[in-house]
């Protein structure tokens, strides 16, 4: 069924659990974007050293925790609630136990009582009001609780996501106790919208990453001003240390790692799978079409299909992204390229998944959406021959960017409507049933006058907006090939740019932009 597909990537979450629409299991967790702002933001705290949980509503102890105390991490807003009461809420009592470093919250009478009576506990009156369970607001959330009483996790644990309730559950070291209260949704959310944010140049060339990745996603929310549901990345499958595998998440750096860091900062992770040596240039016969088709690199494969399936969370794969194109080692002309061996190729990967049960993974088909006028007219340009088949694809995605001056890449300065208006009217005609993801847009700045560029923006969003078969978009906020000496196609300064600044009314552009898009 096509909606569960849907509703199982383009998973919308706040911290850890991810959906779209409705039609799955994942639907009931799904806060839609409000259009306006209902109570005040929820913050969420996670001590690795306390293996506890911190939720508050005071921006003052929120600033103090992330300034000041480390043993504290920021994980973002968890929800939404009233700072005083209002009309059919009811407050949430607050305690602290300086014998487990913990806090516990409840709604009910008895248990305050009963916790006040304890002297391990200290009552700190109430945090803020909330709305108890069959008394809710239909557009409320639940909030979930959970108990642990391991040595090592003591104490409770409140998501407003069922899937992380679940994976709290089957880790061993949670028992859920059901819906706490109710709060409302992070306004914040979009789910349509993604950036890419690639991880210095660990996952492709092989160098050092950075370790806050996740801390990176979570200040991009909140630079940007609304909560990106997919974080793409680039990685090669060999760079300069070896063959790159998904790993496991305890793998520090590995692909699963990151996917994970995506994950646990609210947003599904996309992976540009890239069969070649990241740190190679274009000419790599090691990685020729027929070499993957014919199992050069099975057991590879394989084991990264075994990683991802333990791994057990929604993980979208972009494999062999822009084979229109001729610079990639999979693309047209190199390595004896043909548009029947991408396909064989490209179904090869997918069926030693299928051999693996694994069930998270997504398939992504993204090419650019022209050729270059080298290979335009050749059967490398022609999309119906290179696409693998509906039973081998989940998504259809699509690179659209204004090179601006750069003729190499493009026909010159172009809007977002006149690059896709065709991509989308075929793929539309050829494959109805196949949701499209804008896997890579953006726009160089090329000289030209900041105006130019924030109108390019504003209708970009406004054509994005009359597409609706338009599942998610992944901004390009980076320079090009993640080399500040490249085509700049960055709205916000991002996370490793200190030293190029971006004229703060592109920022506001992209904001202004990305809010009217996501209500």
């Known amino acids: 069924d096509e909606m569960i597909k849907i509703s199982r990537i383009l998973l919308c979450l706040n911290l850890m659990a991810i959906t779209l629409l409705v039609g799955s299991g994942y639907a009931s967790?799904?806060?839609?974007?409000?259009?306006?702002?209902?109570?005040?933001?929820?913050?969420?705290?996670?001590?690795?050293?306390?293996?506890?949980?911190?939720?508050?509503?005071?921006?003052?102890?929120?600033?103090?925790?992330?300034?000041?105390?480390?043993?504290?991490?920021?994980?973002?807003?968890?929800?939404?609630?009233?700072?005083?009461?209002?009309?059919?809420?009811?407050?949430?009592?607050?305690?602290?136990?300086?014998?487990?470093?913990?806090?516990?919250?409840?709604?009910?009478?008895?248990?305050?009582?009963?916790?006040?009576?304890?002297?391990?506990?200290?009552?700190?009156?109430?945090?803020?009001?909330?709305?108890?369970?069959?008394?809710?607001?239909?557009?409320?959330?639940?909030?979930?609780?959970?108990?642990?009483?391991?040595?090592?996790?003591?104490g409770h644990f409140y998501t407003t996501f069922v899937a992380?309730?679940?994976?709290?559950?089957?880790?061993?070291?949670?028992?859920?106790?059901?819906?706490?209260?109710?709060?409302?949704?992070?306004?914040?959310?979009?789910?349509?919208?993604?950036?890419?944010?690639?991880?210095?140049?660990?996952?492709?060339t092989g160098g050092p990453p950075f370790d806050d990745y996740k801390q990176g996603i979570l200040e991009y929310h909140e630079t940007t001003e609304k909560h990106h549901n997919i974080v793409m990345f680039f990685s090669a499958w060999e760079n300069a240390g070896g063959m790159y595998g998904f790993g496991t998440p305890g793998q520090d750096y590995k692909a699963g790692w990151l996917a994970n860091q995506i994950?646990?900062?609210?947003?599904?992770?996309?992976?540009?799978?890239?069969?070649?040596?990241?740190?190679?240039?274009?000419?790599?016969?090691?990685?020729?079409?027929?070499?993957?088709?014919?199992?050069?690199?099975?057991?590879?494969?394989?084991?990264?299909?075994?990683?991802?399936?333990?791994?057990?969370?929604?993980?979208?794969?972009?494999?062999?992204?822009?084979?229109?194109?001729?610079?990639?080692?999979?693309?047209?002309?190199?390595?004896?390229?043909?548009?029947?061996?991408f396909v064989q190729a490209f179904r090869h990967i997918r069926t030693i998944f299928r051999e693996e049960n694994v069930s998270n993974a997504y398939f992504m088909w993204s090419p650019n959406y022209a050729s270059p006028p080298a290979i335009v007219g050749t059967p490398c340009s022609d999309l119906a021959q290179?696409?693998?088949?509906?039973?081998?694809?989940?998504?259809?995605?699509?690179?659209?960017?204004?090179?601006?001056?750069?003729?190499?890449?493009?026909?010159?300065w172009r809007d977002l409507s006149s690059a896709l208006e065709g991509f989308l009217n075929q793929m539309a005609t050829e494959h109805p049933d196949k949701p499209v993801i804008i896997a890579e847009f953006g726009t160089v700045k090329d000289d030209e006058p900041t105006a130019t560029i924030v109108e390019w923006i504003r209708t970009a969003f406004h054509y994005l907006a009359t597409r609706g078969t338009v599942a998610a978009f992944v901004y390009f906020d980076d320079f090009a090939y993640h080399n500040s000496s490249a085509a700049d196609f960055r709205v916000t300064r991002g996370h490793d740019w200190d030293n190029f600044p971006v004229d703060s009314q592109i920022t506001d552009a992209y904001k202004d932009a990305i809010r009217a898009y996501c209500k």
């Not at 679940?166 to 061993?172: H, V």
């Not at 914040?188 to 140049?201: D, E, F, N, R, S």
């Not at 240039?281 to 399936?309: E, H, T, W």
């Not at 998504?395 to 493009?410: H, Q, T």
Request: aromatic share 16%; proline share 7%; with cysteine.
């Open 263 to 341: 994950y646990e900062a609210g947003a599904t992770p996309m992976i540009t799978w890239a069969p070649r040596n990241g740190a190679g240039g274009v000419d790599q016969p090691d990685y020729s079409l027929d070499n993957i088709s014919n199992g050069m690199y099975d057991s590879y494969i394989r084991q990264y299909a075994r990683d991802v399936k333990h791994w057990g969370k929604p993980v979208i794969l972009r494999i062999g992204h822009e084979m229109n194109v001729d610079f990639f080692p999979w693309s047209c002309p190199k390595n004896d390229f043909k548009p029947e061996k």
């Open 386 to 412: 290179l696409y693998p088949g509906d039973e081998y694809v989940d998504y259809i995605g699509v690179s659209a960017y204004n090179w601006g001056s750069d003729l190499s890449k493009g026909p010159g």
């Open 164 to 204: 992380e309730q679940n994976a709290l559950s089957a880790s061993g070291n949670y028992r859920i106790e059901g819906i706490a209260f109710h709060g409302y949704a992070n306004p914040l959310m979009c789910k349509k919208a993604g950036t890419m944010m690639q991880p210095y140049q660990d996952s492709w």
């Open 29 to 154: 967790t799904f806060p839609h974007a409000e259009s306006s702002v209902k109570g005040s933001p929820v913050y969420r705290f996670w001590s690795e050293n306390f293996k506890h949980q911190f939720l508050t509503i005071s921006e003052k102890e929120k600033n103090n925790l992330i300034i000041n105390d480390k043993n504290w991490r920021y994980d973002g807003i968890a929800y939404y609630a009233h700072p005083t009461a209002t009309v059919g809420t009811t407050p949430l009592y607050r305690f602290w136990s300086s014998v487990f470093k913990g806090h516990f919250y409840t709604t009910s009478e008895v248990e305050k009582e009963r916790t006040e009576q304890n002297p391990e506990w200290r009552y700190e009156g109430v945090a803020y009001y909330v709305y108890k369970k069959g008394d809710a607001p239909a557009d409320t959330v639940p909030v979930y609780r959970l108990w642990s009483d391991k040595n090592h996790f003591g």
